[in-house]
């Protein structure tokens, strides 16, 4: 059964930073990671999907990776916004779908 | 324009009492999913159809019962509600269920059991 855990639980930082998120999973047998964030009350907007071939994705300020073999996967957030502030929620996604528990994002002004 | 949609946004309801959510999506996937998210925000698949066909069902009381008209539609009904059952009910699709093939998912479906 597939466990996944996120790294930092919840984390405060001032504008501008550059920071990481952590999923750990403990099936390698994934065809595909995603990463999405969800504001509160609301639905949840995919931000990125790497396949199980690739290692990495960028859109924008956002770059996730993703090492199958150990059963990691990084978001890295560039030049954070307040606007950034959100629950970030992290998907492998093989036999079963399942997610991680979030990482809670604040960044002040 | 909403890809994947989902009636009603808010459900309040007592006990006992039985209610469906529906969710479309215009998409054109194959694959659709119930999930729940409890009050600790936990997400957890409850099922998942393929073409119309029940491909994951996972741990979930027999009071709830999806129903796919349609590969467009998956349906849930909710029988004999329990307070327990109060969570955000969310509806997702994908293409398929296998490489690149992301999730899509609805904005939520809020019941309340009083």
């Known amino acids: 059964k597939q466990e996944v855990t996120q790294i930092p639980a919840a984390l405060s930082v001032p504008e501008g930073e550059n920071l990481v998120l952590n999923c750990s999973f403990t099936d390698s047998a994934i065809y595909n990671l995603q990463w999405f964030r969800q504001d509160p009350g609301k639905g949840l907007t995919s931000l990125l999907l790497i396949q199980s071939s690739q290692r990495e994705q960028t859109s924008g300020r956002l770059n996730a990776s993703l090492d199958k073999s150990s059963g990691r996967s990084t978001l890295y957030i560039a030049a954070s916004q307040p606007g950034d502030s959100a629950t970030y929620l992290c998907s492998p996604q093989g036999q079963n779908f399942v997610f991680g528990p979030g990482t809670r994002l604040s960044v002040l002004p | 324009d909403t890809a994947v949609s989902q009636t009603p946004k808010y459900l309040v309801t007592q006990m006992g009492n039985d209610k469906s959510i529906k969710c479309e999506q215009n998409l054109g996937h194959d694959t659709m999913y119930w999930y729940k998210q409890d009050s600790k925000k936990f997400l957890k698949i409850m099922f998942s159809y393929n073409n119309k066909e029940l491909i994951i069902n996972e741990t979930v009381p027999n009071r709830f019962s999806p129903k796919s008209p349609d590969k467009a539609h998956l349906n849930l009904h909710i029988n004999s509600l329990e307070l327990g059952d109060s969570a955000v009910y969310f509806c997702?699709?994908?293409?398929?269920?296998?490489?690149?093939?992301?999730?899509?998912f609805g904005n939520g479906t809020r019941l309340t059991v009083t």
């Open positions: 997702a699709s994908s293409q398929t269920q296998g490489v690149g093939s992301p999730l899509h």
